[in-house]
């Protein structure tokens, strides 16, 4: 490691200050933080990042859909530049590390370097990436998508959140403005980015191993699954009469934990998060039920053969119980790979600072799946408590949130190189 990098020291105290103040703001009293898109609390939010990014000395701007973009200039400015960051925006009863780290820990990654006399040759970016989360639209990583040109105008400008309320008026609202098509990044505009993120699940913890590097990150796929059978009241449809599409939807979503269960693969999950009813009466039959399934795998093959065991259990309960059925996708986007030269570089950063690292696989995905189609990517993970996350108990310490950091800027100082 060269000398002038060797002296790069994360402020853990500040850093912990700040995620402790973006914790504070939130539509839930604390400990729980619930930021959603482009809520109160959301808007709030990107304000903080704004001031975190500016005390950083870093030069901003945002685009059309709210992606906020934090840049180092570097010497060679028009070289592609090396870009990291990660989100801010949390699901309901949340914690304050999810997205958060990787936001404020590279802006602290920034700034020790600067301390440290470091001078990039690449420009160094930070991003803070819009709607990572699905609650708003039902779809995740909605910035990253644009940006990689992977989610068309056309279905962005589509989606409706559960008011009806689109995209376009939710943004304007906010304060942006312009057209979608210009969030997409042009060819070459990144050489390379890194995200720093808690890893959600226990492996690090259990191995007492303080950093992942990721070689890999699991394919998303998700589903709209519509039931509509016939109410009535509970004490006067007799039970084989009935077409109850609560216990339809119940059938299906067994067989989404059966099929994932059963697809050959460790890494094939299966969850319906969403399940709602109508009218949802203790003493009426249920006519009509709403589910939506994500079903996730860091193979494709085992992915579509869990998916169509699925589709084929909802035709066969549906015909079974007299139930119509609209089953819709949402997305289903492909597994990722790592770079491997980046990969290595950050596994040898770790090695000089004497910290020992795991590759790992990404079960969760991130907005580096979508980075991933725009440029050589690789995430670096720390540890969280018990693997917790999406909830308030979500932890991890300061020591590893500035191990991360640390790693973080020595990787993005010898791929600014």
């Not at 962005?156 to 942006?176: C, K, P, Q, T, W």
């Not at 449809?237 to 059938?251: C, F, N, Q, S, W």
């Not at 085992?302 to 949402?330: N, P, Q, W």
Request: aromatic content about 6%; overall charge negative; charged content about 25%.
């Amino acid at each position: 490691m060269s000398s002038e990098l060797t002296h790069i020291t994360i402020d853990r105290v500040g850093l912990q200050r700040r995620i402790d103040e973006l914790a504070l703001i939130s539509e839930a009293p604390a400990p729980v933080v619930t930021r959603v898109l482009f809520s109160e609390a959301d808007r709030r939010g990107r304000e903080y990042v704004r001031r975190a990014a500016r005390d950083a000395g870093l030069t901003l701007r945002e685009d059309a859909v709210g992606n906020i973009f934090a840049r180092w200039v570097g010497s060679e400015p028009d070289l592609p530049a090396v870009g990291s960051g990660s989100h801010t925006d949390a699901i309901p009863n949340a914690g304050r590390y999810d997205g958060v780290v990787g936001v404020l820990g590279a802006f602290e990654a920034l700034a020790a370097l600067k301390r440290s006399g470091f001078k990039p040759r690449r420009s160094l970016e930070v991003v803070m990436f819009t709607a990572e989360e699905p609650t708003r639209f039902g779809l995740g990583c909605l910035g990253s998508r644009l940006m990689a040109g992977t989610i068309s105008v056309e279905k962005a400008s589509s989606l409706r959140d559960r008011e009806g309320r689109s995209l376009d008026e939710l943004r304007a609202a906010a304060g942006y403005s312009g057209p979608l098509e210009s969030v997409r990044l042009p060819s070459g505009y990144y050489h390379s980015f890194v995200e720093l993120h808690i890893e959600q699940g226990p492996v690090l913890e259990r191995e007492g191993i303080p950093i992942g590097i990721v070689g890999h990150i699991a394919g998303p796929s998700s589903y709209r699954v519509k039931l509509l059978g016939e109410g009535g009241h509970a004490g006067a449809v007799l039970m084989p009469e009935r077409h109850d599409a609560m216990l339809a939807g119940a059938e299906i979503a067994l067989a989404v934990e059966r099929a994932a269960k059963s697809s050959g693969s460790p890494d094939t999950v299966g969850t319906v998060g969403v399940f709602r009813i109508e009218p949802g009466a203790v003493n009426s039959v249920p006519f009509r039920a709403y589910l939506e399934i994500d079903l996730r795998d860091s193979r494709m093959d085992t992915r579509t053969k869990a998916f169509e065991e699925i589709r084929a259990a909802a035709d066969e309960v549906c015909s079974r119980r007299g139930i119509h059925l609209e089953f819709e996708e949402i997305n289903a986007d492909p597994p990722a790979p790592g770079d491997q030269k980046t990969i290595a570089i950050a596994e040898q950063v770790c090695s000089e600072l004497g910290l020992k690292s795991l590759r790992m696989v990404s079960r969760a995905y991130h907005d580096s799946l979508f980075m991933a189609r725009v440029s050589p990517t690789t995430m670096i993970f720390i540890p969280c408590l018990n693997g917790w996350s999406h909830r308030p108990e979500e932890f991890s310490t300061i020591e590893h949130i500035a191990s991360g950091a640390e790693v973080l800027a020595h990787t993005m100082a010898r791929l600014s190189a």
